[in-house]
């Protein structure tokens, strides 16, 4: 198949949708597809990966977005409509449309080209987080359902997102989850070195993997770092770095980490923490849980598929940061208990694998051409 994906960010982009974008399209080159991407302009000075790939990326003009300045904006561009009449895809794949998503998915729409719209980011949330934003809550679930329901399937990637789409009016809705290389994300590559860096006085690490960002709540760690015995690693940057950095002063902040670096960091923490109440899947909890971590983790969004409470981790009310404190306190205060609850976690995402994950997509994509095929007959 010839597929053009259309998405809101793209490496060098570090987040959910710039990752599971690269993931779908390596993935479809590497099964005898032809990936086209189509994403926002990197901000000024950001290197892009196109040169790279094996596959072509279209840039659109981008600005970045008012109150998150490293995130870019794709604008409405003719290079759209242009890249793919050029690329003739058999289908569209919008990756978490919104801003660039809308004019894709009218740029497929006016060329009679089937559309899977994945949704992948909370912007409603967002839109009440961040005042600069320019959406209501109410306008952008608006948008929303008037781009999804213009797609001829919606893929959500968790339970609790494919019920918040119907509660809004979203019709068509399937499941597609995210994958994890267990490979790359193994307990086998705790580093005793690394350790006694990051805990010289032999102290369980707590850790936090993401953007540092109003929504992710990581100032709730703030009486973790206070426990004794404890130290706070936090790994990622975002807008609200100064922020954040101020409310958890005792935190060890180690900046953006990636690759065998970021593995090692993963498997040599104790404990994995992710505090916000928005995430529509929760990659980083996957990652963690193949790294072989108990994960504490707000009862909301995608970490309510992904944990088995009492089992591999805890899941506590939303913003709850006293529950929050506890659930880790108890996992401080238990070695076997963490390693009992890293071990069950484990096992259950050793199956994830990306591979397959992509080849679910690309059944996706195979549903909507034949819908279409007979709708044509």
Known sequence: MRVAIITESFPPDVNGVAGSVLRAADHLHARGHEPLVIAPAPAAGMRAVTGALPYPVVRVPSVPMPGYGRFRLGLPSRRIAAALTAHRPDVVHLASPFFLGGPGARAAREL?????????????????????FGWSAAAAWRWLRHIHN???????????SATALHSHGIERVWLWRRG???????????????????????????GYVGRLAVEKRVELLAPVARMPGVRVIIVGDGPAAAAIHKAVPEGNFLGVRKGDQLARIYASLDVFVTPGPFETFGQTVQEAQASGLPVVAPAAGGPIDLIDHGTTGFLVPPDDGDALTDAVATL????????????????????????????????HYRAIQRSMTLGAA
């Not at 994890?180 to 086998?188: G, Q, T």
């Open 112 to 132: 009679g080209l089937p559309t899977v719209a994945v949704y992948q980011t909370d912007v409603p949330a967002y839109a009440k987080l961040y005042p600069g």
């Open 150 to 160: 213009g797609a001829d399937r919606t893929l959500a990637p968790s339970t609790a």
């Open 180 to 206: 994890v290389d267990a490979v790359r994300f193994d307990p086998a590559h705790r580093d005793a070195d690394l350790r006694r860096a990051l805990a010289p006085n032999g102290e369980v690490l707590v």
């Open 332 to 363: 401080v205060r238990d070695t076997e208990l963490r390693q009992r609850m890293g071990l069950a976690a484990r096992a259950v995402v050793a199956g994830r694998t990306w591979s397959a994950v992509g080849d679910e997509l690309i059944g």
